[in-house]
């Protein structure tokens, strides 16, 4: 059975950086994360292979956002610097077992809870 469990969300200023972990049951080919607002679709922001360790961003998160993993430890991570308050969603983990990575949430067919990330001044 599949588990992810992301953790570090939280409320911050326009600016300031947050880091998002997830942990992972192994055996995927990729890691991704994405992000909702309630009433739209679900947006793709990182993915990762797990082998060839290469990553895709959104452009919105380019040179913002960095998506890394730790496959000893089964944690893949997000960390957000210069967060905008159009950062502000709930994201969430995801995993597929095959490739490619392609930032589609219907794609993905393994998800976590979510943790809410709020930027506001």
């Known amino acids: 059975q599949v588990q992810l469990v992301e953790s570090g969300g939280g409320s911050v200023q326009p600016g300031e950086s947050l880091t998002l972990s997830c942990t992972f049951t192994p055996g995927n080919a990729c890691m991704g994360w994405f992000r909702q607002i309630p009433g739209e679709e679900r947006e793709g922001v990182a993915a990762i292979y797990r082998v060839p360790d290469t990553a895709r961003y959104a452009d919105s998160v380019k040179g913002r956002f960095t998506i890394s993993q730790d496959n000893s430890k089964n944690i893949v991570y997000l960390e957000m610097n210069n967060l905008k308050p159009e950062d502000t969603a709930r994201y969430y983990c995801?995993?597929?077992?095959?490739?490619?990575?392609?930032?589609?949430?219907?794609?993905?067919?393994?998800w976590g809870q979510g943790t809410q990330v709020t930027v506001s001044s």
């Open positions: 995801a995993s597929k077992q095959k490739v490619p990575c392609v930032l589609v949430a219907s794609n993905w067919p393994y």
